[in-house]
């Protein structure tokens, strides 16, 4: 397989980060995860999102998991999240990522507080001077702001994004963003609405659900941006009960728990994260083994 020409395009997995069974980071763990996405048809890895537990993470383990996965695939195949409450960390953390060899990074808006336009602004030109591209991340549910597609005209404008994970969940967007930013990059950022953001123009997927099934969901994508909608359809019904769990707040405990019925380490989480209620669990359980008895791997 070869490198994407940029960093996001394609299937970037925002990986899971194993733990053991005292929450300590499985460093080993991770590179193997890292190597077997990649052999497993995915293009790329995004570690430190949320999906990776960063919030939880010392900084010396957030630059070693940095650092791990370059190692396992290669900094061309790496795209951090630098989210931090302050603009000079997540600068740091930008920079941090450059000198491991990444070449890209991905970030949030400001989330200590709802931040207004120009201080989203003045956010992304500080984290822009680490000299990496910068691929903003919308996600206005857990950051209460809002990367509006005028704001992002606005960011790409002046230099500052070279794309965005969109994941307000509401596909009409990506046509107003073609509108007011020709250029700017729209990657998918909710699994649940892969299929109609890859429709209307996505050029890459930053992916949940690839931690546990990577061959059928890198075979959605791929039937998908071939508008082979006869093969993508089947695939985007039969994964739709795993997928939408990406968009609840439960969703690194429901993609840990599929990985592990997979057959891969999914594993605890830090607190503040508890374990699914038994609803949950039974939810996910279920679909995850329809998924694997249907052969979908």
Same mark, same amino acid.
């Given at each position: ?11 970037? *997995?925002?990986?899971?980060?194993? &733990?053991?069974?005292?929450?300590? *980071? ?64 997540? +600068? ?7 000198? /491991?060899?990444? !070449?890209?990074?991905?970030? %949030? ?74 250029? #700017? ?5 909710? @699994?649940?609405?892969?299929?109609? &953001? *890859? ?7 930053? =992916?949940?659900?690839?931690? =546990? ?6 075979? #959605?994508? +791929?039937?998908?941006? =071939? ?7 089947? #695939? ?7 997928? !939408?769990? @990406? ?28 374990? #699914?209620?038994?609803?949950?669990? /039974? ?8 998924? %694997? =008895?249907?052969? %979908?791997?």
């Amino acid at each position: 397989m070869t490198t994407p020409v940029k960093p996001w395009h394609g299937v970037t *997995v925002a990986t899971a980060l194993p &733990l053991g069974a005292d929450l300590s *980071v499985d460093l080993d763990g991770y590179a193997e995860h890292c190597r077997w996405l990649v052999a497993s048809g995915c293009d790329g890895v995004v570690p430190n999102g949320s999906l990776g537990e960063y919030q939880t993470l010392t900084p010396e383990e957030r630059a070693s998991v940095v650092e791990t996965a370059v190692a396992a695939v290669g900094g061309d195949r790496v795209m951090p999240g630098v989210a931090a409450y302050g603009a000079l960390e997540a +600068r740091r953390w930008a920079e941090q990522a450059g000198e /491991a060899g990444c !070449r890209a990074v991905m970030l %949030l808006p400001p989330n200590a507080y709802r931040a207004d336009d120009r201080t989203v602004v003045e956010h992304y030109r500080e984290v822009a001077r680490a000299g990496l591209p910068v691929v903003a991340y919308n996600n206005p549910f857990d950051t209460r702001v809002d990367l509006t597609p005028r704001l992002l005209a606005t960011l790409h404008a002046e230099g500052l994004i070279a794309g965005v994970k969109e994941f307000s969940g509401d596909v009409r967007r990506i046509y107003e963003i073609a509108e007011l930013a020709p250029g #700017l990059d729209v990657l998918a950022g909710a @699994d649940d609405v892969l299929l109609e &953001l *890859v429709t209307a123009g996505a050029v890459g997927w930053v =992916a949940g659900f690839p931690n =546990a099934l990577p061959e059928s969901t890198v075979a #959605l994508y +791929r039937a998908a941006v =071939a508008g082979d909608t006869a093969t993508a359809l089947p #695939l985007y019904r039969a994964l739709h009960p795993l997928l !939408r769990w @990406d968009s609840r707040p439960v969703f690194v405990q429901a993609i840990k728990l599929s990985m592990d019925l997979a057959g891969r380490n999914g594993g605890p989480c830090r607190p503040p994260r508890l374990g #699914l209620d038994p609803e949950q669990e /039974a939810a996910v359980r279920a679909a995850t083994e329809k998924a %694997l =008895a249907e052969g %979908l791997r």
